[in-house]
């Protein structure tokens, strides 16, 4: 035989005679809790059913349909109405004119204001007020629409949300802690 028809079996060989040991603890960072996953896989499926109408920038109503029951149409309408939104959530965050909290709420932060009028502070307002009504309807129906989560305590339900919020979050966006402090992510 000649000797490099060897090598094949002499490496197998040492490899199975390896014991190769596992560690007896495995630790995943970012692990989700099972109420994690129940809210984020409920409000996933929620948004993967409503797609099309949220994706669209049109300020129309969401269309009438005879079988969508109101609780799905306000959700619709909240999801299509964030969407049209985002741009300027966005950039309210980048400026710092607005923070996460900790509870899954938008709200003013103080702002010098140099260039910032009454005009601007009603539409930042305007606008926060239609994102956070936006939020408890989703929040609402995700509940609504998986039983598990009826069962939950409504502040965790909201801490989930708000990590979800703050980590989607642009770079500079004000974040509150659950401490309730305040960092610039």
């Avoid at 409503?50 to 049109?58: F, G, K, V």
């Avoid at 149409?73 to 966005?90: G, P």
Wanted: hydrophobic share 35%; proline share 6%.
């Amino acid at each position: 035989m000649h000797p490099k028809h060897l090598i094949g079996p002499a490496v197998l060989a040492v490899c199975l005679s390896c014991s190769v040991r596992l560690p007896e603890v495995v630790n995943l960072t970012g692990e989700k809790t099972s109420l994690e996953k129940e809210i984020l896989g409920t409000y996933s499926l929620m948004r993967e059913d409503t797609w099309m109408a949220a994706s669209t920038r049109a300020a129309e109503p969401v269309p009438e349909s005879p079988v969508m029951s109101p609780e799905k149409r306000r959700s619709l309408e909240a999801l299509q109405q964030q969407a049209f939104n985002r741009d300027d959530v966005e950039e309210f965050k980048q400026n710092g004119w607005v923070g996460e909290t900790n509870d899954g709420r938008l709200v003013p932060r103080p702002v010098d204001d140099t260039g910032f009028g009454a005009e601007e502070k009603r539409f930042v307002d305007e606008i926060l007020s239609e994102e956070n009504g936006d939020r408890q309807v989703i929040v609402d129906r995700v509940v609504e629409l998986n039983d598990a989560l009826k069962k939950a305590v409504p502040a965790d339900v909201a801490a989930v949300f708000a990590k979800m919020y703050q980590d989607n979050s642009p770079n500079g966006t004000w974040i509150q802690k659950p401490d309730g402090t305040w960092v610039r992510k």
